[in-house]
């Protein structure tokens, strides 16, 4: 098969998966507006974290905008799951099975997506921050920077979403995801930097939180500059977190179409 | 009588329902020790900026919080139940079956005080366990839960209306999302006197924030703003109740 066709199923799929997203308009409102309007609550009930001794910024909005680009990534990865999910209970991945379309182009398909979703989420987010007076430290190119990070979480947790949908074929499997992803946000130094975290176990579990990383690469180039370590950890994390949902995504695929 | 009898009925149903099946019941339980755990552990660091005055401490701070949003979220979550049940075709029997209808919305909200009461026990367990310090005597904690009871009441109410009306899983966000509001745009991390701007204007007039004050005053053994807290709370759960039974009403038009 040639790349050209390759590239046309990809595209297809990528269509259908956006489109499908776009004509429920709860998938598009929710993830867009949940995370702002947490981050309208906890910016405003937590100004006055910034007075604590050793605070690395005097705007909570400035450090907290970090967390919708994580959350965005998060409620990608349950639409991304769900959709497949239903494509399995519907019977629509077996059609497609029985079509000529590689098995890769239904996973990149899908996930075009949701990366397409992602960086418009990240758009909106970077977007508002601006109206409401957060200015980035890492200027323009860590605008772009920071763009790149939200496609890479998106397609490392949509890979992810797409996992689990392709081992269970159960949307409401995969909805059950979701409470342990929100611990995981929770448990990290979304709220506070993890040096000013007081509670030892805490602090140890927010170190051990790869969660933490993302949000202290976003929050880096939002409130510090460019700093290097954060940076790397943060695309270092996300990387892997790609490559592994993605190597379980393919393998999850291979095993379902077996299966039909 | 027959009211009550309709009330146990649909109370035991519910509950069973609930109790039985761990999809429904651990997130209800899990959900306030996870906030707890996130806010009491993550923020215990707001107890230092200049101002803060609690002598029970943060964690003691937290759990008023997340003890009031528990007993919110478990009438909501038994909400919707009640729309499952019209999903299912369930509530649409027992209205053919009930002799009174008040009945149903009753032992729903005595289903709801029921499981909140054991996500209660389980919270407090876990926050004395940790070390959580009480400065109030008996007749405070009374106090306290007494307050939270009424708002579980008016959650249950609200939760009810809005599923009766809509008779959907769909209206799921619809009977979340307000009370998600109100409770965080009360002075959830901080007290009202720490909050600046937009947020302290709005937590000032939000009815919820002298409940909250109120509740943390009990735990702390300094009660304030009592009569409003309560007087609040029982309106609230007054104007829902006709908000409830209106929406039964509407469910009984729908047939």
Known sequence: ?260 | MRTFAVARGVAWRTLHTVFTNPSLFIPGIVFPLFFFTAFAGGLSRIDSVPGFDYPPGYTAFQFVFVLLQSAAFGGVFTGFGIARDFEGGFARRLLLAAPHRTGIVLGYALAALARWLVTAAVLTGVALAVGMQIGGDGVDLVGLYSLAVILNFAAILWASGVAMRLRTMQAGPIMQMPVFLILFFAPVYVPLSLLQGWIHAVATVNPLTRVLEAGRGFLAGTPTEVATAFAVAIALAAILWLWALRGLRSAERAG
């Open chain 1, 1 to 260: 098969m040639s790349q050209r066709a390759f590239a046309d199923q990809v595209l297809l799929l990528a269509e259908r998966s956006l489109m499908r997203t776009l004509r429920q308009p709860a998938n598009v409102v929710f993830p867009l507006v949940f995370p702002l309007l947490l981050l309208a609550v906890n910016s405003g009930g937590l100004d006055a974290a910034t007075r604590i001794p050793g605070f690395p910024t005097d705007s909570f909005v400035a450090f907290a905008l970090a967390i919708p680009f994580i959350q965005g990534a998060l409620f990608a990865t349950m639409n991304a799951g769900t959709d497949l999910a239903r494509d399995i209970q519907t019977g629509f991945l077996n059609r497609l099975s029985l079509t000529p379309m590689r098995r890769i182009a239904v996973l990149a398909g899908q996930l075009g997506g949701v990366v397409t979703m992602g960086f418009v989420q990240a758009l909106v987010y970077l977007g508002v921050g601006m109206v409401i007076g957060v200015r980035l430290e890492s200027g323009v190119a860590g605008a772009l920077v920071l763009l790149a990070f939200a496609v890479l979480i998106a397609l490392g947790f949509g890979a992810l979403g797409a996992f689990a949908a392709l081992r269970t074929g159960s949307g409401e499997a995969v909805q059950g995801l979701f409470p342990i992803f929100f611990v995981f946000l929770f448990i990290s130094s979304m709220n506070m930097p993890r040096n000013l975290i007081e509670i030892d176990w805490f602090r140890t579990a927010a170190t051990a939180n790869p969660v933490s990383y993302l949000i202290e690469c976003v929050r880096s180039l939002i409130i510090t500059g460019w700093d290097g370590r954060a940076l790397a950890l943060g695309f270092g994390t996300a990387a892997v977190i790609a490559v592994v949902s993605l190597a379980l995504a393919s393998w999850a695929l291979r095993t379902r179409l077996a299966r039909s």
